[in-house]
């Protein structure tokens, strides 16, 4: 079936562009989608599917811009459907915008037609929640031969000299392992500042953070996750959030695989292992055995399936597959039973029993060995019970980066720095996770001793004035461990240019849990940016904040 409505932009009643300033309007009760008018007007939610930016929301300061978001489930007030991902169709849509402003859609054709408007066309069944829209003073460029990138005029420059060429190499090695790309055009919008994730798989055209834009191409193989999503979650996808892992476990199994084909096992079990750790972390903190760090959940009625979101589906998921592959044994006969699963699959929803009873019936050896029921190692238990993963991948091969780290980090928490062992260490060519790597151990051993972190910033430009945002984000935690004062003007500086979920909350807890003066830096700084923040991101501030409630 194709979902075929022709909605109209325009600005939610009682509002201009120019002092709307991001609110949110009020959408119609369910009953009263039948009294919309063709063309249908979009409504913003205040949940945040269709969002609203105020030029001073943008990069560029000049216009407005408007976008959606559909996972999980939002894309039920953007348009009437079916907002399961259990339920997959095509789509078109005819989206006039004013002059001077550009629509894309997630969509294998589109067309600019006369009034400035676009048509667009979706061929393959997708669930409703990659049905995607922007809307703004936005450029493109090409980068490679069947990708561009998107951005307004101010970052298109930065956009393609940071991904041109990038782009072709990491699908090819996409299409070697796991078969076709068959989206036609693989195109990157660079979204505004406020946009609160690192990316969102829309089909043929990925949404994400400009925070990618580091300018030294050091975070160009994040969009490694958003290509393997192509596979595995757009073609094949999970058929309740209950079973998110179904998307991101094999999308950073297959991220990974990719990574290792282009950057080697070394560098991809180093980046696996700041996986890991967030993973221990997200489990320290909510203890090991609440239920969410199951990979089934169950989602209770009237519970939003974005409040079960954690690192669990990813870095746990990853492990499962991790271990079905290690189950094989042979890392070609795994790739090709990839090939198989997403052949057998594709354009389909899915449930974990489809996936597993699959992968038995491909290996029907280990069907008849039973590793399905192993003790301990069952996939009953994998699946229903919380806690950390029974079996852990190999990252030794990660060790001949992770040492001189290791090694590096526990110099600098010493009392009485031995500069002489320090200066040895030439940190120049590391890249981006061994510095992520260094980071986290340095914030494991934090607070350390006085003067130490004072003397690794000037040690280290290239990390503490990095504009790697990866690197920001550890630094500024580090900054706050260790109530480093100096320095909060950078956190501060880094709240201020961005409003991506994973780097911001992480700040806020650390401000709010740490001195008085680090609460007051929250308040402050939340003060002055909640206007530029998703909607969700600013309530889950104001929860850290103990603001709820307010206005």
């Known amino acids: 079936?194709?979902?075929?409505?022709?909605?109209?932009?325009?600005?939610?009643?009682?509002?201009?562009?120019?002092?709307?300033?991001?609110?949110?309007?009020?959408?119609?009760?369910?009953?009263?989608?039948?009294?919309?008018?063709?063309?249908?007007?979009?409504?913003?939610?205040?949940?945040?599917?269709?969002?609203?930016?105020?030029?001073?929301?943008?990069?560029?300061?000049?216009?407005?811009?408007?976008?959606?978001?559909g996972q999980a489930v939002l894309n039920r007030s953007f348009f009437p459907g079916f907002d399961?991902?259990?339920?997959?169709?095509?789509?078109?849509?005819?989206?006039?915008?004013?002059?001077?402003?550009?629509?894309?859609?997630?969509?294998?054709?589109?067309?600019?037609q006369k009034d400035n408007t676009f048509v667009f066309k979706m061929e393959h069944p997708i669930p409703s929640y990659l049905i995607a829209l922007a809307v703004g003073d936005i450029v493109s460029a090409e980068v490679g031969p069947r990708s561009r990138v998107w951005a307004e005029p101010c970052l298109i420059e930065a956009a393609k000299k940071e991904y041109d060429g990038v782009i072709?190499?990491?699908?090819?090695?996409?299409?070697?392992?796991?078969?076709?790309?068959?989206?036609?055009?693989?195109?990157?919008?660079?979204?505004?500042?406020?946009?609160?994730?690192?990316?969102?798989?829309?089909?043929?055209?990925?949404?994400?953070?400009?925070?990618?834009?580091?300018?030294?191409?050091?975070?160009?193989?994040?969009?490694?996750?958003e290509i393997s999503h192509s596979w595995f979650g757009n073609l094949v996808t999970n058929a309740t959030w209950g079973e998110f892992w179904l998307n991101e476990g094999f999308t950073m199994y297959a991220q990974r695989r990719i990574s290792t084909e282009v950057y080697g096992s070394a560098y991809t079990c180093l980046e696996a292992a700041t996986g890991r750790?967030?993973?221990?972390?997200?489990?320290?903190?909510?203890?090991?055995?609440?239920?969410?760090?199951?990979?089934?959940?169950?989602?209770?009625?009237?519970?939003?399936?974005?409040?079960?979101?954690?690192?669990?589906?990813?870095?746990?998921?990853?492990?499962?597959?991790?271990?079905?592959?290690?189950?094989?044994?042979?890392?070609?006969?795994?790739?090709?039973?990839?090939?198989?699963?997403?052949?057998?699959?594709?354009?389909?929803?899915?449930?974990a029993d489809d996936a597993l009873n699959f992968f038995l019936e491909y290996f029907p050896d280990l069907k008849k060995q039973g590793v399905d029921s192993r003790p301990g190692l069952e996939f009953d238990r994998w699946l229903n019970t919380p806690g950390w993963p029974p079996f852990l991948p190999d990252l030794s091969p990660g060790q001949q980066l992770m040492k001189p780290a290791d090694e590096l980090a526990e110099l600098w928490a010493s009392d009485g720095l031995n500069m002489e062992k320090i200066?040895?260490?030439?940190?120049?060519?590391?890249?981006t996770y061994q510095l992520v790597y260094f980071l986290d151990r340095i914030l494991q051993k934090s607070p350390l001793p006085d003067?130490?972190?004072?003397?690794?910033?000037?040690?280290?430009?290239?990390?503490?004035?990095?504009q790697n945002a990866e690197l920001r984000l550890r630094w500024c935690q580090i900054v706050l461990r260790n109530n480093h004062?100096?320095?909060?003007?950078?956190?501060?500086?880094?709240?201020?240019?961005?409003?991506?979920?994973?780097?911001?909350l992480p700040l806020y807890r650390a401000m709010w849990g740490g001195s008085e003066a680090a609460r007051a830096l929250a308040m402050e700084t939340?003060?002055?940016?909640?206007?530029?923040?998703?909607?969700?991101?600013?309530?889950?501030?104001?929860?850290i904040l103990g603001l709820e409630g307010s206005d």
Not at 287 to 297: A, D, I, Q, S
Request: charged share 20%.
């Open 1 to 69: 079936a194709s979902g075929s409505s022709s909605p109209v932009l325009s600005q939610p009643a009682g509002t201009k562009s120019s002092d709307q300033k991001g609110k949110q309007g009020t959408p119609p009760k369910p009953s009263s989608w039948a009294a919309l008018p063709l063309p249908m007007e979009i409504i913003p939610s205040p949940t945040g599917t269709v969002c609203w930016l105020s030029p001073e929301q943008t990069a560029g300061k000049q216009k407005p811009y408007m976008y959606t978001q």
């Open 84 to 112: 399961t991902p259990a339920v997959k169709c095509t789509y078109s849509a005819t989206v006039q915008v004013p002059e001077g402003f550009t629509a894309v859609m997630s969509a294998t054709t589109w067309e600019k």
């Open 168 to 225: 072709e190499e990491f699908l090819a090695v996409g299409e070697k392992l796991f078969g076709p790309y068959v989206w036609g055009r693989y195109d990157v919008l660079f979204m505004p500042p406020s946009f609160p994730f690192g990316g969102m798989e829309n089909p043929c055209i990925t949404f994400v953070t400009p925070c990618l834009l580091a300018g030294d191409r050091s975070l160009v193989d994040v969009i490694i996750h």
């Open 277 to 351: 750790a967030l993973l221990r972390q997200h489990m320290d903190t909510t203890g090991e055995e609440h239920p969410l760090n199951k990979l089934r959940v169950v989602i209770e009625p009237g519970v939003n399936p974005d409040d079960t979101y954690n690192e669990t589906p990813y870095e746990k998921g990853f492990c499962f597959v991790s271990y079905l592959a290690h189950l094989v044994g042979d890392q070609r006969k795994f790739d090709s039973f990839l090939q198989a699963y997403v052949e057998q699959f594709k354009f389909q929803s899915i449930t």
């Open 423 to 431: 200066e040895a260490v030439d940190i120049s060519a590391w890249k």
């Open 451 to 466: 003067g130490n972190v004072e003397r690794l910033s000037t040690t280290y430009p290239k990390i503490s004035k990095a």
């Open 485 to 504: 004062e100096a320095e909060y003007s950078k956190v501060k500086a880094f709240l201020h240019s961005q409003g991506k979920q994973k780097y911001t």
């Open 526 to 543: 939340f003060s002055a940016t909640a206007p530029q923040l998703h909607i969700n991101v600013r309530n889950y501030v104001k929860k």
